[in-house]
């Protein structure tokens, strides 16, 4: 068993499972605040009970987006030493400064939102969720800077080997860095309002028509679809980037060999890398030409021109297409929904039934994205500084196995919980509707049920 590719499995399970949590944590912070500066407004207490429904959430993907990044920074020393070896005089202070300026928000001010309404005045409650929300989107920030320096290293000279620091501002503003934070928080803001519109059409199923569901619902359904648009036009503009920076991660998003002009757009393909070819290609012709240049007869860059430095092409070719289908698919759903409810203020069962599955498709799109860009960069690990296989320590691959096992099996039963409680969450609310009080609120006028719609 080779302890690179076990380990790189191992980082890359890890990351998989972590990902998941941030990718609903940096956005549902922002539509907490929506919730309660709504409330604040309005005065409807369907907004606060909206606001309980996903603080409870927000906590609980908190918490495990905590476990699962210790778990995972675990492995800097452990299965790649040669990366903080190389490399930690830049990645050690991004890290820190992650943890100094987001994390402590998050968890200081985490609490005053769970337990605090009613217990401090309307303005801590409403500045708690600010600064909580703040910290959500700081800790996008190092971490979507550090990763980004990784892609596109800038501001730094090696001396024996090391990787030293002269200008912190080109490392943090690396070239692709503005360009993968718009990105990522535009996926975070997808993710969370499919997975709010996405359980608010589970509670519609089950007969719930309270206010706050439809609050939630419609909050989900028009953020995905004024964010579906912004974030095709921004992948776009990422994808140009790459282009300039990362050629042959184009080379492999394209599945397309050789150098030329009046490249074709290939939809459908099975690369074959031993052959240098695609097998069954079903392909717009002048496609990748016009989107990547602008011009059919436009230069794309072929993966022959980059031998042994270009990463493995079919996950690459496939992690793409799959982020790209769903954002498809994410668009018609998004805008059918907003459709229905601008023109009939209710849904039709099939649309609702579709929604329930579709609350997960931002973690789908987020999965393949992050396939894309971090399968994308190998054979480096930090891009013409540190390769992949010179970052790996010396652990048995059956240590590795073992652990990779273990981690595989908590993982799974942890997902199937925290998807367990999501759904225990929403049929609840169904249930309870607007009828119960809210937290630390005696006031009997605040418990009636709101009129249905």
Known sequence: MDPLILSRIQFGANIS???LFPAITIALGWVLLIFKLRYNATGDSA???AYFTWVKVFALSFAMGVVSGVTMSFQFGTNWPGYMETVGNIAGPLLAYEILTAFFLEAAFLGIMLFGFRRVSNRIHTLATVLVAGGTTFSAFWII???SWMQTPAGFEMRDGVAHAVDWWAIVFNPSMPYRLVHMLLASGLTVS???AGLSALRYLY???SES??????TGVFTAAILIPIQIFAGDQHGLNTLEHQPQKIAAMEANWNTGPNVPLVLFALPDEAAKENRFELAIPDGASLILRHSSSGVVPGLNDYPGNHPPVFPVFWGFRIMVGTGILMLIVSWSAAFYLKRHHSLPKPLALLM???ALSGWLATLAGWYTTEIGRQPWLVTGVLKTADAVGPVAGSHVALTLAIYLVLYVLLLI??????VHLALKAAKDGDASPLPGVMNAALSQPAAEE
């Open 213 to 218: 569901m439809w609050k939630a619902l419609r």
């Open 417 to 422: 919980a925290y998807l367990g409680v999501l």
């Open 145 to 147: 800077a550090l990763n």
């Open 47 to 49: 907004w606060m009970r």
């Open 194 to 196: 499919f997975l709010i």
């Open 207 to 209: 007969g719930d028509r």
């Open 17 to 19: 499972f972590h990902i």
């Open 356 to 358: 329930v599955p579709m």
